[in-house]
Structure formats: structure tokens, C-alpha cells
Nanobody
Framework: QVHLVQSGGGSVQAGGPLRLSCATS????????MNWHRQAPGSQRELVAS???????NYTDVVAGRFTISRDNRLSTVYLRMNSLKPEDTAVYYC?????????WGRGTQVTVFS
């Protein structure tokens, strides 16, 4: 069974940093693309960042240059380092991968940025 266990997040003043972690089990982590999504109140869930098995990354425009996704294949963990946070980054953040044709999600972690 595949598990994605998230940690990190919390509340931070605008301009500050936070880091999210997502530890996986039950999959051959190193071959999977890993994603971070977020969902703000009243909004649809959106893809924030992705990293593939080769370490190539993609970001949505609104976080590019501020967020960094990375992975540690030895620990089967994906990270999202968020710098220069803005109040509009406030959301529940989810890690995700696609396993055998189905999306697998972490439970989500709240990130709140106050001005």
C-alpha cells in the first residue's frame, strides 16, 4: 500500500520561509514524478510544482523563483521549500504521485501566511 506522509507547514509572516516534506512508502520512489498541489479556501486544487525521476522541475508561474521542489531518493522523500511567502500562498498543500494509473495523495498540511 502506498503512503504519503506530510510534515512541515504552519503559520509564517509574509516574506518568511517554510518547508514541507512528504515521506513515501510502498513505491519505488526514485522512478516516480512527485508533485505538490495546493487548495485555497473557495478555490480549486492547483498544481504548484513537480519533479520527475531525473530531477527536472516545473513550477506554476506564481511560485516560480520563490518555491523549490527537491527529492531525496535515499529517504524516499520530496520537499517543497517556500521562500518569500505571500498571504495569497495561504492554502492546504498536498503531495501527490500517480501510481498504477491512480492519484495518491497526502493528507494535506495547512500553510498560513499573515501580513
Amino acid at each position: 500500500q502506498v503512503h504519503l506522509v506530510q510534515s512541515g507547514g504552519g503559520s509564517v509572516q509574509a516574506g518568511g520561509p517554510l518547508r514541507l516534506s512528504c515521506a513515501t512508502s510502498g513505491i519505488n520512489f526514485k522512478i516516480y514524478t512527485m508533485n505538490w498541489h495546493r487548495q485555497a479556501p473557495g478555490s480549486q486544487r492547483e498544481l504548484v510544482a513537480s519533479i520527475n525521476s531525473g530531477g527536472n522541475t516545473n513550477y506554476t508561474d506564481v511560485v516560480a523563483g520563490r518555491f523549490t521542489i527537491s527529492r531525496d531518493n535515499r529517504l524516499s522523500t520530496v520537499y517543497l521549500r517556500m521562500n518569500s511567502l505571500k498571504p495569497e500562498d495561504t492554502a492546504v498543500y498536498y503531495c501527490n504521485t500517480r501510481y498504477k494509473g491512480s492519484d495518491v495523495w497526502g493528507r494535506g498540511t495547512q500553510v498560513t501566511v499573515f501580513s
